[in-house]
Nanobody, 125 residues
Framework: QVQLVESGGGLVQAGGSLRLSCAAS????????MGWFRQAPGKEREFVAA???????YYPDSVKGRFTISRDNAKNTVYLQMNSLKPEDTAVYYC???????????????????WGQGTQVTVSS
């Protein structure tokens, strides 16, 4: 079992930056692919970023070049650095983990095994 706890959300002006953190419990963090999703009010949850066990990353076009996912296996933590934030980035951001033996990049909700409770990010115009 893996428990995920997000932190780092808050209120920021457009053009600003935030760094989200996701701390994972358990001894198998390095064996998980990790991802970030977000959900805005009235919208479906959408994929934001993923990182493989070995550090490969993938982003959708909506955040590519602005967001960076990284992981520190020694600290059991995955990060999401968000720069050049826009009002449309406002959402609850969720961290997710997928058990895997391979360096895969899961991009859909159904592929993930564990989820955090989410952290609110609000970008004002």
């Amino acid at each position: 079992q893996v428990q995920l706890v997000e932190s780092g959300g808050g209120l920021v002006q457009a053009g600003g930056s935030l760094r989200l953190s996701c701390a994972a419990s358990g001894r198998t963090f390095s064996s998980n692919a990790m991802g970030w999703f977000r959900q805005a009010p009235g919208k479906e949850r959408e994929f934001v970023a993923a990182i493989t066990r070995s550090g490969g990353t993938y982003y959708p076009d909506s955040v590519k070049g602005r967001f960076t996912i990284s992981r520190d296996n020694a600290k059991n933590t995955v990060y999401l650095q968000m720069n050049s934030l826009k009002p449309e980035d406002t959402a609850v951001y969720y961290c997710a983990a997928k058990r895997t033996l391979y360096s895969i990049l899961p991009v859909t909700e159904i592929e993930y095994d564990y989820w955090g409770q989410g952290t609110q990010v609000t970008v004002s115009s």
